[in-house]
């Protein structure tokens, strides 16, 4: 009996299932994947909720947002239609490009600046507006409190690493 005793307390440890524990190094814990799973799903329901229960804008924005959103479609389907006008009268379609090959090249070169600040500028807009309701929902804490563990916003000033730029910089937030 004192054999089996001590082949079974080498297998399972003192108190321990090193075979589970082992096991466990080369396959995940199916019950604890399916809690991390679970609370993974959780913390993504309370991100869609919180964006889809978020405070509505007014009715001035809501117009704004939908004219910011005419000129990309705009211009790909005015590019299309003059692939068809092309193909339905050809002598319409190159007295109008010959009235564009005569549009002086400064022209050309400032409706380029002008729609690249536009969509650069939008851009920008949007991604700022973006990376700050991020900030916002991150802040504010979550109807599952378990979810919220994963992420930790830093809260204490960069610490200068000699770079007299940084340090001036810190010193100016103080």
Sequence with gaps: MGLIEHVF?????????VVRDTVEVFRPNAEAQAQRDEDRYGASLGQF???????QRGWFDRLMDALNRVPRP????????LFVSAMVDPEWFSARM?????VP?????LLGAIVSFYFGARHQ?????FQRALVQHMARPGPDQRSQTDMVLPTQEPQPDGNAALEEWVQQRR
């Design 9 to 17: 307390s080498l297998v399972f440890g003192s108190g321990r299932n």
């Design 49 to 55: 909720a919180a964006e889809f229960y978020a405070p």
């Design 105 to 109: 090249e400064p022209l050309w070169w």
């Design 74 to 81: 705009a211009m790909a389907l005015g590019t299309l239609g």
């Design 125 to 129: 807009a949007k991604g700022q507006e």
């Design 98 to 102: 010959v009235g564009l090959a005569l």
